[in-house]
Nanobody, 122 residues
Framework: QVQLVESGGGLVQPGGSLRLSCAASGITLDYYAIGWFRQAPEKEREGVSCISSSDGITVYAGSVKGRFTISRDNDKNTVYLQMNSLKPEDTAVYYC???????????????WGQGTQVTVSS
């Protein structure tokens, strides 16, 4: 049984940092591209970042470029999203997902985590 479990969310002041984790079981994450997505209340879900499998190419949404960094630790079968200089508009539920593709151009329909809440507020 495949499971993706996000953690690391919480309440942080503007300008602060959080590191989200996406831990997997039943699947080897380094074989696949892993994406981070977010959904704020009354807004559509949006892609935040993605890391491909073999070559480790990373992709970022323009709104987070330069502030967020995606990485993977294959030994821990975990993908991270380091979020710095957080803004109130980053507030959302963050999800990791995979579509069992090797690059970030495919879909992410196969497996999703349950999400972790990130709230940026003073």
């Amino acid at each position: 049984q495949v499971q993706l479990v996000e953690s690391g969310g919480g309440l942080v002041q503007p300008g602060g940092s959080l590191r989200l984790s996406c831990a997997a079981s039943g699947i080897t994450l380094d074989y696949y591209a892993i994406g981070w997505f977010r959904q704020a209340p009354e807004k559509e879900r949006e892609g935040v970042s993605c890391i491909s499998s073999s070559d480790g190419i990373t992709v970022y949404a323009g709104s987070v470029k330069g502030r967020f960094t995606i990485s993977r630790d294959n030994d821990k079968n975990t993908v991270y999203l380091q979020m710095n200089s957080l803004k109130p508009e980053d507030t959302a539920v963050y999800y990791c997902a995979t579509g069992l593709n090797s690059n970030c151009h495919g879909d992410f329909d196969d497996y999703w985590g349950q999400g972790t809440q990130v709230t940026v507020s003073s």
